[in-house]
């Protein structure tokens, strides 16, 4: 039998099965990520008011290749996700963190993990509750030893344009906008509170479910509030910065603009060794 017809042949029993991405690569073209992206996993993540909360998150999990490998093992990934508890907890993913980057020997490593948070939020005449979902991330980073996590938030609200109110007879335009929060604390801060930072600064805020009289004052109060994209990041910022809990944030706003035919936004990046030192930012950590 000519075995280069049959792909893949099995080994004879007792064989070592050669690990291909071990080789060596000639190339000498170092990679700065390579892992798995988008893989499903529970996570438990605390809630303010329930003390704990179950979703589904998604995970990118990467790391640093020297040049003289040809490839990393992505199989140990999904171990190493799948080792810890059935649901991730925050603990769980800073043990991921540093376990990933030893058990495939690299200098740097990077886990994302994203997934939908559940607010329960009341109109603000009738009461009547609704929940809200909010896209959260942790991020997790080694690099040279040293350990960085964060904390970003997607909070959507409404926001009424300044200069529409002005100039028209009648109303002004507003629309929805995507205001996110990317933040590096010293303690412990609750998800809830990042989202209620954004909200306060907005036109208005958003709701699951809003009757009449709701309806009516949302409306009337985005247009006793109007904001440009660069006043809520200013407003968001002097929040974070007035925190001493915060040691370092990124606060972006995109206006999904309701008379043009493109977007508005705007960025506000806070120097990380302004507040509390590199250190802080180094080794913050935003889960305890």
């Known amino acids: 039998m000519d075995t280069r017809l049959t792909p893949n042949p099995d080994p004879p029993d007792g064989l070592p099965v050669e690990d291909v991405q071990s080789r060596i690569d000639t190339r000498r073209q170092p990679i700065d990520r390579v892992g798995i992206k988008d893989i499903l996993h529970p996570v438990r993540i605390r809630d303010r008011a329930l003390g704990e909360q179950h979703t589904i998150a998604r995970f990118d999990m990467t790391v640093d290749l020297p040049q003289d490998f040809k490839g990393t093992h992505m199989s140990r990934f999904v171990e190493i996700l799948n080792r810890h508890e059935y649901e991730i907890s925050v603990n769980s993913f800073q043990n991921m963190l540093v376990e ?27 009461g009547v509750k609704s929940l809200v979902d909010y896209q959260v991330s942790f991020l ?33 335009h507003n629309q929805r906008s995507h205001v996110t929060i990317t933040v590096t604390t010293c303690e412990f801060v609750w998800i809830e509170e990042l989202i209620e930072w954004v909200e306060a600064e907005a036109s208005a805020p958003i709701y699951g479910l809003l009757k009449r009289p709701d309806e009516k004052f949302v ?43 493109h977007s508005a936004y705007a960025r506000l990046e806070r120097d990380p060794t302004r507040k509390t030192g590199q250190d802080a930012w180094r080794g913050g950590n935003p889960f305890d």
């Not at 006043?231 to 999904?256: C, G, H, Q, T």
């Open 100 to 126: 990933m980057t030893e058990r495939l020997e690299a200098s740097s490593g990077h886990i994302d993990m994203r997934f939908p948070y559940f607010v329960e939020k009341s109109a603000p005449v009738t």
């Open 140 to 172: 997790g980073e080694i690099r040279e030893g040293q350990t960085t996590t964060r904390v970003r938030v997607l909070v959507p609200v409404t926001s009424l344009c300044p200069c529409s109110k002005a100039i028209s007879a009648r109303g002004a």
């Open 219 to 261: 409306t009337e109060q985005a247009y006793d509030n109007p904001k440009f994209v660069e006043d809520m990041v200013r407003d968001i910022a002097a929040r974070l910065d007035a925190d001493p809990r915060i040691a370092a944030f990124v606060v972006e706003s995109e206006n999904f603009e309701s008379i043009h035919n």
